[in-house]
T-cell receptor
């Protein structure tokens, strides 16, 4: 089992709808969780960080963490064409390293 | 505005050449990382450092080497480049503790093409 797993997509969502991105992780002691957005040919940029169970909202983005289920998700409300990118889930593991998932390609349909 | 700088941004060289990719950060971060990423593919950790004179190999085997003589500087070197080294190399760093703990900041990347 990979440490961080994501569906590679592509996930196609109509403009204005909610995009839901999911991620599971294997290391139960992980405490820090991140969502990065990466446009083609660019570096990853941080969208959200979350450290405790529950929801964390920032503008159109909501991160959700469930440590019991080892599950992290990212919701994007009112999806825009500019949200089309690859979204990387990342987890800080017990070895003090940040591990990235393979990423989910999101395509917002105009 | 990024506080982590990578040079060169683009490099095209011939097989057998020695190259060094530079990475510098002005945030005083102790932890620095090198990732390798092919187009459309996942990030692979190839080297990391937790401080001066500390370097470790990452999860993906790499023929490159790194050094950490100064906190702000973490260069990556390929002694003899080959076409298989063609890729994007991303440098990142993070600080310790506090809110925003362990958040990685990435440089713009160095895209290497070996002919």
């Amino acid at each position: 089992q990979k440490e961080v797993e994501q569906n590679s997509g592509p996930l196609s969502v109509p403009e204005g709808a909610i995009a839901s991105l999911n991620c599971t992780y294997s290391d139960r002691v992980s405490q820090s969780f991140f969502w990065y957005r990466q446009y083609s040919g660019k570096s990853p940029e941080l969208i959200m960080s979350i450290y405790s169970n529950g929801d964390k909202e920032d503008g159109r983005f909501t991160a959700q963490l469930n440590k019991a289920s080892q599950y992290v998700s990212l919701l994007i409300r009112d999806s825009q064409p500019s949200d089309s990118a690859t979204y990387l889930c990342a987890v800080w593991n017990r070895d003090d390293k940040i591990i990235f998932g393979k990423g989910t390609r999101l395509h917002i349909l105009p | 505005e990024a506080d982590i700088y990578q040079t060169p941004r683009y490099l095209v060289i011939g097989t057998g050449k020695k190259i060094t990719l530079e990475c510098s950060q002005t945030m005083g971060h102790d932890k620095m990382y090198w990732y390798q990423q092919d187009p459309g593919m996942e990030l692979h950790l190839i080297h990391y450092s937790y401080g001066v004179n500390s370097t470790e190999k990452g999860d993906l085997s790499s023929e490159s080497t790194v050094s950490r003589i100064r906190t702000e500087h973490f260069p990556l070197t390929l002694e003899s480049a080959r076409p298989s080294h063609t890729s994007q190399y991303l440098c990142a760093s993070t600080g310790q503790g506090g809110s925003g703990a362990n958040v990685l900041t990435f440089g713009a990347g160095s895209r290497l093409t070996v002919l």
